[in-house]
């Protein structure tokens, strides 16, 4: 049973087009996370959420933005996508701290054309 | 802040032989250490991870051995298998600290 589900799997926009990608998790975690993967180099951790407290990563850029209305589910909104920003984007959850097992999605392949 | 670093970036072994892949971090106060699997264009699994209280853990053909003292971490795969391929990464975390730092990755492969 998928317990961390990404929407949709496959996400093509224009240069420029906003974009929002969506997770949803049956495990009722406190905690998800968005990471950007490109080609095989490790996931890069962009924002976490422990319930509705807002983390984001130094580095992150102000072109992604996040929401979670509620425990189930989180947002990753892009506002104005580049070439650079064609990944695979990866939501993760976690029941707390590090120190727990994190559970991914399938993923979502976004391209921009 | 934490830096993991995993060693090597391939590793290419024969089918049957074992593969050791290697990382280093340089937190001391790090406990957990999660090691996962990653196969082409699909999500990261945990095999096996360990904490800072155990010195080795082992299930079926896996095992994974943390040297606190000298800050590393293997893990070591025995009777590799074809579907063994596929990118490792290992990753440390601090139980105060909801963020895992990754290792750069090792691509396995498996010679048949």
């Known amino acids: 049973d998928a317990m961390v589900i990404q929407n949709p799997r496959y996400q093509v926009t224009q240069f420029g087009k906003p974009v929002t990608l969506s997770c949803s998790q049956t495990?009722?975690?406190?905690?998800m996370y968005w990471y950007q993967q490109k080609s095989s180099q490790a996931p890069k951790l962009l924002f976490h959420y422990y319930d509705k407290d807002f983390n984001n990563e130094a580095d992150t850029p102000d072109n992604f933005q996040s929401r979670r209305p509620n425990t189930s589910f989180c947002f990753l909104d892009i506002r104005s996508p580049g070439l650079g920003d064609a990944a695979m984007y990866l939501c993760a959850t976690s029941r707390g701290a590090g120190g727990t097992e994190a559970f991914f999605g399938q993923g979502t392949r976004l391209t921009v054309v | 802040g934490e830096n993991v670093e995993q060693h090597p970036s391939t590793l290419s072994v024969q089918e049957g032989d074992s593969a050791v892949i290697k990382c280093t971090y340089s937190d001391s106060a790090s406990n957990y250490f999660p090691w996962y699997k990653q196969e082409l264009g699909k999500r990261p699994q945990l095999i096996i991870d360990?904490?800072?209280n155990v010195g080795e853990k082992k299930d079926q053909r896996i095992a994974v051995t943390l040297n606190k003292t000298a800050k590393h971490f293997s893990l070591h795969i025995t009777e590799t298998q074809p579907e063994d391929s596929a990118v490792y990464f290992c990753?440390?975390?601090?139980?105060?600290?909801?963020?895992?730092?990754w290792g750069a990755g090792t691509k396995l492969i498996i010679k048949p």
């Open positions: 990753a440390a975390s601090i139980n105060s600290n909801y963020q895992l730092i």
């Open positions: 360990i904490r800072s």
């Open positions: 495990l009722n975690h406190n905690v």
